[in-house]
C-alpha cells in the first residue's frame, strides 16, 4: 500500500511539471522564450509550471494578434498588453491583478469582473462598446479614453482618484460616490449636466466639447485647472474661495456664446488672469448683479460646409444671415444662394436690450465642379479611334469606375463612353458627360448595273455579293413599284423571269435590307439582246 502510495505521488508530480499551457501566437511565444519562459523552438506550447508563478509581464508593442494562454498567468499582479492586434483578451483567472494596461490596439471586449484587486485599469484608443467596473471596488485609476461607450458605471468605485473617459459617447456620468476624484477629464462627449458636489478634492477638470449648461463648482476648493470651452454655458459658479489657485494659462471658458456671466471670488483678479473667455462673458461676484447682465437669447449655429458649385441658405430658428460680424455687411435670406467662399454669421440681439446679443458663424467652401469635354455620337465603320481631351478622361462605366480609357485607343464594339473629371482638392465635385459610338463593319457589297439574260453564259442573272451575313432580304420592282423579283445575296440571282415568263429590256429597282434594319436603294438594266 506504501508502495502504491508513493508511485502515485511520483506520477502526479511529473503530470504537474509536465502540464504545458497552448500559446497560438508566434510572437507572444517567442517573447517568452526571448524571456526565458520558454526553452524553444516556436512549437505553440510553454510548460505551465514556467509561467504560473510570474508577477509583472510587459508586453506592449508586441505584434501580438492572439492572446490565448494568458490565462495560465495566475500569479500576475502587472499586465501590460497595449498596442497590439488581439480583439479579446481572457484575464477572468488572473484574480491577483492590480495593475492591467491593455489599450491602443483592436481590444472590442473587455471582462474584469473577477478582478477585484485592480487599482489601475487603462484601456485608451480601443473599441469598446462598454465595460463593467462595479466589481472593482478597489479602482483608483481609470483610463478609458477614446472607445465607443454610451454609459459608463463608476458608482460602487469609491476609491476612484483618476478618471479619463474622453472621446466617447457619454451623455451622463454620476460621480456623486467618488469622493477621493481629483482629476476628471471627460472632454468630447456629450454630456449636459455634471454634478460635481460631493468632489471636494477636484483638482483638475476638463470637459471641453460637450453640452454642458450649468456648472456649479463652489465645493472643489482644491481645483488648479478649469476647461470647459465649446460648450453651451449659461451658469457658472465658480465662487470656492480659492480663486487664486487657477492660473491664466489654466482657465478656459471659450466658445460659450450663451455665457454671459461668471460669479467668481474676486473680480479684479478674474480678470487680470482668466482671459480665456469670450468677449461677452463677464466676472462678478455677487448673484444680483449677474442676474443684471444675463442675456437669455439664443442664436442658430450651423456646421461649416465643404460643397459644390454653391450653397443654399436653410431656414432659421433664431438669428438672421450677415456677411460680416455683429450684424454688420450685407443680410442675407434663407434660400440665398452662396457661390463663393466666405464665412456666414448668424447674430441676434435682444431688441429691448441692444447690449444682449449673440452670435454664431461657419464657413462655407465652395468647390467648383471641373469642365468636362463633350462629344457626339458616333458612327463608325469597323472601328473608331478616341481623340485627344483638354478636360477629363474616359471611363467604360459612369463616374469614373469600369476600365480607363487613353486618347488614342481604338473602339471597336459599339457602347457609350463616358468622360468623367474631378475637383482634386474636393473629389465630391465632379463632372461628367457621355457619348455613344456606334460600330458597323464595313459593307462589302457588289451591285452590278446590269445583267442580259440570253443564256450565253456571260451576265445571264443578276447577283449582288456581301460580306459577313450583312443582307437579309433584296426586293426587285419595276418602274411601277411592283415586286417583280425576291432574291437572296450570294445566290444564282435573279433570271429577269417574273412567274416563269421574260420581262422586257428596262430599267429595274432594287432595295436592300441590312441585317441592321437600314435600307439601300438603287436601279439597274436588264438588257436583251
Known sequence: MKKYITLLLF?????????????????FEQFLIDSGYDSGPLDNYVLTSNIET????????????????IQDFVSLTYLDCSDNFFTNIDVSQLIKLETLICGAGNLNTLDVTNNTLIKFLSVNDSKLSSINVTKNI???HFVIYGNNLSDLDISNNLKLRFLSCSSNNLTQLNTSNNPDLY??????????SLDLSNNLKLARLDCFNNSIKELNLINNKELTFLNCRYNQLTNLDIRNNNNTNILSNSFDLRYNPNLTCVLVDNVNYSITNWTQIDDNTVFKENTNECNQTTCTITVDTLNDVITCDNYSLPSLSDGKYYTESNGNGNRLNPGDIINKS???FIYNEDSSNPSCSIESSFMVTINNSPDVDILNDVFAINEFTLPNLINGNYYTESGGNGNQLNSGDIITDSQTIYIYNVNPINTSCNNESSFTILIEEERDVTIPNFFTPNNDGNNDTWIVNANNNLIKEIYITDRFGKIVGK????????NGLYNGKPLPSTTYWYQIIFTNGEAKNGAFALIRN
Open 487 to 494: 432574291i437572296k445575296p450570294n445566290t444564282i440571282g435573279w
Open 183 to 192: 482629476w476628471l477629464d471627460i472632454y468630447f462627449n456629450k454630456i449636459s
Open 11 to 27: 506520477f502526479f508530480t511529473l503530470f504537474s511539471y509536465s502540464q504545458n499551457t497552448y500559446v497560438p501566437d508566434d510572437n
Open 138 to 140: 478597489k479602482l483608483e
Open 342 to 344: 466666405q464665412t456666414i
Open 54 to 69: 510570474i508577477k509583472k509581464l510587459d508586453l506592449e508593442n508586441k505584434n501580438i494578434s492572439d492572446m490565448t494562454g
